[in-house]
């Protein structure tokens, strides 16, 4: 696919250069840097047969607008044979310089660091930032078949392999990211996996962030931990987040926004990047000098969960949530709610509010014919619960 994209552009008159396999925020941050436009052929978080093409403007990623301007548009290709140029290591470079200059030498000097690697296009990348910011890194879980990891509903069998090699390596922390290295998946020194959302928190404490744009569905705490002047809440997605950030940047000076998958948005890099969160929450341990279960245990008393019902169409899916926007009685009596509905946000899907204080917000996925099932509540056990009892009604139906 590559090879393709690589050799139409060519036909066209129009330069191109190969970067190979690296994370998707490397080549945004490269094509900025050279003030060109870029094309991912991306491995993600959803099934192989489910991934494909990003693209990214000379000033990062192109919009909701771009995206309906490209599907209606038609062109004529002429005719040509796929062909890749020679590999240049520019944007593995650049993006290594980058996030090793936020950082002082010997940030984690004495620190021992998993890297989960499974097929990531930034495990080797991550592995030489975090050795040369001073870290002892064990490889975990290498492998070169496609594996689907998403940092929002986390298999059990890899919330099992955190906690094991957590012990058996005698690990400070773990870092993983889903295929195109956009997403983080970061576990603590006892092998539990964060929320995508809270390590998003915790970076942003850590950057003196003032205001931030996040999706509707990430945890409550954000808002309820006072360290930020303004939080913007948006529909689901990065284009939605950095719209927010826009927004947000015409009152602020220090902006950023995050997604409830981890994916961190700074100004000057307006694409998801998962390196620079987990590097900024392992600074802020290693500054005040603590675990990184510590750091958690800092924060207003709010946890999320989430999961998805596969192959559940999408037209079925948003049909159930017209019907239940003008009926929540019938939502309430499906689900088997355990307090009555306080309240319905309609910003992207229903989330509902319970009286209780808890949270149940539905939505068919964006990129998969899949239902994704988000909650939250005042305690973890009280938050896995729900999602359990939620995901059971909502697999009956």
């Known amino acids: 696919m590559a090879a393709a994209c690589a050799g139409a552009a060519q036909a066209m008159g129009l330069a191109v250069d190969y970067y190979g396999i690296l994370p998707t925020p490397a080549l945004a941050w490269q094509a900025m840097l050279d003030g060109v436009p870029a094309i991912m052929i991306t491995g993600s978080h959803i099934p192989f047969d489910r991934n494909g093409i990003k693209f990214y403007r000379p000033d990062g990623e192109i919009t909701k607008a771009d995206e309906q301007a490209i599907v209606q548009s038609t062109a004529e290709l002429p005719a040509f044979e796929p062909a ?3 590999e240049s290591a520019n944007a593995r470079a650049n993006y290594m310089a980058r996030n090793l200059t936020l950082f002082p030498d010997g940030l984690l000097s004495g620190w021992r660091i998993g890297v989960y690697e499974h097929s990531a296009a930034g495990r080797d990348i991550n592995i030489e930032v975090l050795t040369q910011l001073g870290a002892e890194v064990v490889s975990l879980g290498r492998t070169d078949t ?3 990891i998403d940092t929002e509903a986390v298999s059990e069998e890899d919330k099992a392999l955190g906690k094991a090699w957590s012990r058996e390596h005698k690990l400070d922390a773990i870092l993983s990211t889903d295929g195109d290295g956009d997403r983080p998946l970061v576990a603590d020194e006892n092998g539990e996996w964060l929320r995508g959302d809270i390590l998003g928190l915790l970076c942003a404490r850590f950057l003196n962030i003032q205001a931030l744009a996040v999706p509707v569905s ?3 705490a954000i808002e309820a931990s006072d360290s930020f002047s303004e939080v913007l809440r948006t529909r689901i997605g990065s284009p939605y987040v950095i719209e927010g950030m826009q927004q947000l940047s015409r009152r602020h000076k220090r902006v950023a926004g995050f ?3 981890g994916g961190f948005l700074m100004g000057d890099l307006p694409t998801r990047d998962a390196l620079l969160p987990a590097l900024a929450l392992f600074a802020a341990a290693r500054q005040r000098n603590l675990p990184i279960s510590a750091l958690l245990a800092d924060l207003p ?3 999320t969960a989430s999961d998805r019902i596969k192959n559940f169409p999408t037209e079925q899916s948003r049909a159930l ?5 003008q009926n929540t009685a019938g939502l309430e009596a499906a689900l088997n709610l355990p307090a009555p509905i306080a309240n319905i946000n309609t910003t992207d899907g229903l989330r509902a509010t319970l009286e209780n204080g808890s949270i149940v917000h ?7 014919p899949e239902l994704r099932c ?3 509540a005042s305690a973890p056990a009280a938050a896995e619960q729900l999602l359990t009892h939620c995901m059971k009604a909502l697999g009956s139906l």
């Open 301 to 303: 008393s709010r946890f």
């Open 374 to 376: 988000y909650v939250e």
């Open 259 to 261: 997604e409830a998958n």
């Open 218 to 220: 990430c945890n409550t």
């Open 362 to 368: 539905l939505r068919p996925s964006g990129n998969a």
């Open 84 to 86: 890749l140029p020679a």
């Open 146 to 148: 496609f594996v689907p």
């Open 321 to 325: 949530l017209a019907s239940w926007q």
